[in-house]
């Protein structure tokens, strides 16, 4: 109650007070009907005038394997080379005897002028094996020791685009795409798995923390089910979460059945009901699938080695009712999709949703609309953007192309949904950060920098939908994204109006409050 509680409800968009009981909205209003309407020993929260929205919802991110993944230093920051091997040394120095040394959001920028190679780490790792995983994690670092111990060739042969690059056929320490150092990765995750479940619970504490209530999980496999449903079990899942399964090029059609079999399964606060699948890789590395190659010379190939193949997996998931989340980042991925994904037709619950869509061309904007497939976006990826376009971005794409990216707001204008997300451990999951890069398209507290692309901003309404109803509409969620009766009680207060504040002091603005079905998983006083 005392609240300033923006429904995102057509109905009724302003109102005071709301109730909630079993998990569910019961009443929204005036601070006296949501009263009168309350039942007996209710709890009465008085938020003093604090704004109350919808949960916050992440369509894109990765916990558990964020979880793993971000063991180790975080180089968040370092761009420089001296930068990354003084922290990968005191980190080396922290290591116990027998580990590996480990690190990731490895910066592309402290490579940029020798490449990404073994022996720039050795001696700062002080000659151990090393693995570090780039921001975006389509890349890793690893150590001459490693490159031993592991018994990597650079013969390798992967069921997509991944490679161990070589010079002279000898193994550099690049690792392109997951499919090259997840089996590194693997051998080193934990087996404990009560500390898995404990560190998942922390990633998931932290996120509610920041007003979160739900996640889209973007690379999910049966254990990862199994994981979540064991957290659930015990009572500790804090974030709604729907869970992608993650569709690798090798999986046949039996493994097609599989997955739609697994796709069925689902608990209290987890579902799974979605497949990933990767069209192509990204454009800072060049593996990402362009029109035009880009200025490397890269570009020209998709991740599928047969992209007949990806074609018939679209239309097989499409026919069995399964929705579909495609990573496409190039132009020419985005499009090849659209034609798939056309071609497919649709189906009870095929409302299909592209990730990432870092370049888009005019026709292609309009057929997201034509087609009703969700440009799921992350404005917060320009922050490793440069304003004199000295960033691996704009420099393989060109300053022309460049100037083309992260067109959210023509994704919006033309009529397409749209949802937002962090990506995480690839950015920052502060939604906050992820709402300011939207309606910014500048570093926010920075009020003198560049923008980027001006006429591509999110208005502070936007921002807001795009974590919230339009989040839950890509999900074909009828139950979340908005206040109103019997809706679920997934609530997030800010101390202020998210939507009003300026972008610049969104980020520093105080969560109150965060409720999960009902259930107040983050709560602080309010002063």
């Given at each position: 109650m005392n609240a300033d509680v923006r429904t995102l409800d057509a109905g009724r968009p302003r109102a005071e007070a709301v109730s909630w009981v079993d998990g569910r909205i019961s009443a929204v209003g005036t601070n006296a009907e949501v009263l009168a309407a309350a039942p007996a020993g209710a709890e009465a929260l008085d938020l003093r005038g604090a704004a109350l929205t919808p949960g916050l919802i992440d369509s894109h991110i990765h916990p558990a394997w964020g979880a793993e993944l971000s063991r180790g230093v975080d180089m968040a920051g370092y761009t420089s080379l001296e930068q990354a091997r003084t922290a990968l040394s005191a980190e080396a120095a922290r290591t116990p005897a027998g580990q590996w040394v480990r690190a990731w959001n490895l910066d592309?920028?402290?490579?940029?002028?020798?490449?990404?190679?073994?022996?720039?780490?050795?001696?700062?790792?002080?000659?151990?094996?090393?693995?570090?995983?780039?921001?975006?994690?389509?890349?890793?670092?690893?150590?001459?020791?490693?490159?031993?111990?592991?018994?990597?060739?650079?013969?390798?042969?992967?069921?997509?685009?991944?490679?161990?690059?070589?010079?002279?056929?000898?193994?550099?320490?690049?690792?392109k795409e997951p499919s090259a150092y997840q089996p590194l990765m693997a051998a080193l995750a934990d087996t404990d798995t009560a500390a898995v479940l404990d560190r998942l619970a922390a990633v998931l504490a932290r996120l509610n923390r920041l007003g979160v209530t739900?996640?889209?999980?973007?690379?999910?496999?049966?254990?990862?089910?199994?994981?979540?449903?064991?957290?659930?079990?015990?009572?500790?899942?804090?974030?709604?979460?729907?869970?992608?399964?993650?569709?690798?090029?090798?999986?046949?059609?039996?493994?097609?059945?599989?997955?739609?079999?697994?796709?069925?399964?689902?608990?209290?606060?987890?579902?799974?009901?979605?497949?990933?699948?990767?069209?192509?890789?990204?454009?800072?590395?060049?593996?990402?699938?362009?029109?035009e190659p880009d200025t490397c010379g890269c570009g020209s190939h998709p991740f599928w080695p047969d992209p007949e193949r990806l074609?018939?997996?679209?239309?097989?998931?499409?026919?069995?009712?399964?929705?579909?989340?495609?990573?496409?980042?190039?132009?020419?991925?985005?499009?090849?999709?659209?034609?798939?994904?056309?071609?497919?037709?649709?189906?009870?619950?095929?409302?299909?949703?592209?990730?990432?869509?870092?370049?888009?061309?005019?026709?292609?904007?309009?057929?997201?609309?034509?087609?009703q497939i969700?440009?799921?976006?992350?404005?917060?990826?320009?922050?490793?953007?440069?304003?004199?376009?000295?960033?691996?971005?704009?420099?393989?794409?060109?300053?022309?192309?460049?100037?083309?990216?992260?067109?959210?707001?023509?994704?919006?204008?033309a009529g397409a949904p749209v949802c937002l997300g962090s990506d995480w451990p690839v950015a920052n999951p502060d939604p906050r950060y992820g709402m300011a890069w939207a309606r910014l398209r500048r570093r926010p507290g920075e009020r003198d920098g560049h923008v980027f692309e001006p006429d591509q901003r999110l208005t502070g309404e936007q921002a807001l939908l795009g974590y919230t109803a339009w989040a839950a509409d890509a999900l074909g969620d009828t139950d979340r994204g908005r206040i109103r009766v019997g809706a679920r009680a997934d609530l997030t207060a800010f101390a202020d109006d998210p939507v009003r504040v300026p972008g610049d002091d969104l980020i520093d603005l105080p969560i109150p409050l965060t409720v999960v079905d009902g259930e107040i998983v983050h709560r602080e006083d309010l002063r």
């Open positions: 592309y920028a402290a490579f940029s002028r020798n490449g990404i190679r073994a022996e720039l780490i050795d001696d700062a790792v002080d000659g151990r094996p090393f693995i570090g995983v780039f921001y975006d994690l389509h890349t890793a670092l690893v150590s001459t020791a490693a490159i031993r111990e592991s018994n990597l060739t650079g013969r390798e042969t992967f069921p997509d685009g991944a490679t161990v690059v070589v010079d002279d056929g000898t193994p550099t320490g690049e690792l739900g996640g889209v999980v973007m690379n999910g496999d049966a254990g990862d089910l199994d994981t979540y449903a064991a957290l659930d079990d015990a009572g500790r899942l804090s974030v709604r979460l729907v869970t992608a399964l993650w569709h690798h090029p090798d999986r046949d059609d039996a493994g097609i059945a599989e997955f739609i079999a697994l796709a069925a399964r689902r608990g209290r606060r987890w579902r799974s009901g979605l497949i990933k699948i990767f069209s192509d890789g990204v454009i800072d590395t060049g593996t990402a699938w362009l029109r074609r018939d997996v679209i239309a097989q998931y499409t026919a069995a009712g399964i929705q579909l989340a495609i990573h496409a980042v190039g132009d020419q991925a985005v499009s090849f999709v659209l034609d798939c994904c056309q071609e497919a037709g649709s189906g009870a619950g095929t409302a299909h949703r592209l990730e990432h869509l870092e370049l888009l061309a005019d026709d292609d904007v309009k057929r997201l609309a034509k087609l969700t440009a799921s976006m992350q404005p917060l990826h320009m922050q490793w953007r440069q304003a004199d376009h000295s960033d691996a971005f704009a420099r393989r794409l060109g300053r022309r192309r460049a100037e083309q990216a992260f067109r959210v707001a023509d994704v919006i204008a």
